[in-house]
């Protein structure tokens, strides 16, 4: 299943204005950081810029305790701490951006981390509030804490594509949330959305609530929605099995998209949700996977799949294991898992065909205690 992301076109409209003098360009409001990079070659793989984080794989052995990052940003913004000076990155670094009109800024913390395994259990628990449009709406992220009591992973959602459909508020009105009765503590709240009147003019009727272990590449989703979302973090164990708990009720009407862009009902299906992990190894060519080729049976990248086999409803906590199946011929090589060079995600989804927009709105799925078990 491929994730369902919100695409849209933004207008814009030029005046042109003959006269004896030009009138300057207005300055850049934007404050994004679009790349960072390390002098030598210490980098394991590509940095991951999140909307707020930023992760960076070293190779074993880099002295973190000295490094100097250098930052590419929007025209005309500035960054606290100046690109390029040294910092000691044993703990996360707080980076400023500040647009060049001085108006707006968003902070990013850098976390330096050498090849290691992530969490391998998922409880929920944590999340903290994206504000954006000056307090006009706010939604969920959800982190996981490690046993040190730093946060250890960052899940990625398409939230912040529905908030361009003006569609949610509040944390529970868009896809993906925190809920507060789990089967212990609170648990992730998947919702199918409709997109309203923006979602139905581009032909984008729903959107699926979903959560994945990688990042979400806002600055593509316009154009390529697909390719939006970036699956995989570095991993250095050999999984065997996926366990969890789920509740799932599907939406009362199923519905595909019709050729005029509208939703049709399908009577007699039901919708049907999705949760997976993929096991892959991570190269130059293919550092992550997407929306276009994560389950892709011709996918030579990809090493084991675990995904649910039968997705039924359940009005109460419904336990599963599921195994990882590894693919013909593909094997794990001691040496690479060393160095980290392989990944893994997971994924869950409201709607197993949201990409195709097809469900239910208001299908819901919720997830709680999840845990990777390993070699």
């Not at 933004?10 to 003098?21: D, R």
């Not at 074993?60 to 930052?71: R, S, Y």
């Not at 981390?113 to 449009?133: C, K, M, W």
């Not at 529970?172 to 648990?187: A, L, R, V």
Request: proline share 6%; with cysteine; hydrophobic share 35%.
């Amino acid at each position: 299943m491929r994730q369902h992301l919100i695409s849209c076109l933004i207008p814009a409209a030029v005046a042109l204005v003959q006269c004896s003098c030009v009138r300057d360009e207005a300055p850049n409001a934007e404050c994004d950081i679009l790349s960072v990079s390390l002098p030598g070659d210490i980098l394991s793989r590509q940095p991951v810029i999140g909307n707020h984080e930023i992760t960076i794989m070293v190779n074993e052995g880099v002295d973190i305790t000295n490094l100097a990052p250098t930052f590419t940003l929007t025209p005309g913004a500035t960054i606290s701490p100046e690109s390029g000076t040294s910092h000691n990155f044993t703990e996360p670094v707080e980076y400023t951006v500040t647009s060049e009109d001085g108006e707006w800024h968003k902070t990013y913390i850098v976390d330096i981390q050498r090849p290691a395994g992530i969490t391998l259990e998922y409880s929920f628990d944590h999340v903290r509030q994206i504000t954006s449009n000056k307090g006009t709406y706010s939604y969920d992220e959800f982190y996981e804490v490690g046993t040190d009591g730093k946060i250890s992973l960052t899940w990625a959602s398409a939230n912040a594509a529905f908030a361009l459909t003006m569609q949610g508020t509040t944390p529970e009105t868009f896809p993906t949330y925190q809920y507060t009765s789990g089967k212990k503590g609170s648990c992730v709240a998947l919702t199918t959305r409709s997109t309203g009147t923006f979602g139905a003019a581009m032909k984008k009727p729903m959107a699926a609530g979903n959560l994945f272990i990688g990042e979400f590449a806002m600055a593509n989703a316009l154009a390529k929605p697909l390719e939006a979302t970036h699956f995989g973090t570095p991993f250095m164990s050999e999984p065997l099995s996926l366990s969890g708990s789920y509740i799932y009720k599907p939406g009362e009407q199923y519905c595909v998209l019709g050729d005029d862009g509208k939703l049709k009902p399908v009577e007699g299906q039901t919708d049907e949700f999705n949760i997976y992990a993929v096991f892959f190894e991570a190269t130059p060519e293919m550092e992550w996977l997407d929306g276009t080729n994560v389950m892709a049976a011709d996918n030579p990248n990809i090493i084991a799949i675990a995904e649910i086999p039968e997705p039924t409803p359940s009005a109460n906590w419904k336990d599963f294991v599921i195994p990882f199946i590894y693919r013909e011929g593909k094997t794990v090589d001691p040496e690479k898992l060393r160095q980290g060079r392989y990944s893994i995600t997971i994924v869950m989804c409201s709607s197993k065909k949201g990409d195709f927009f097809a469900g239910a709105i208001g299908s819901t799925l919720y997830v709680d205690e999840l845990s990777l078990l390993c070699k």
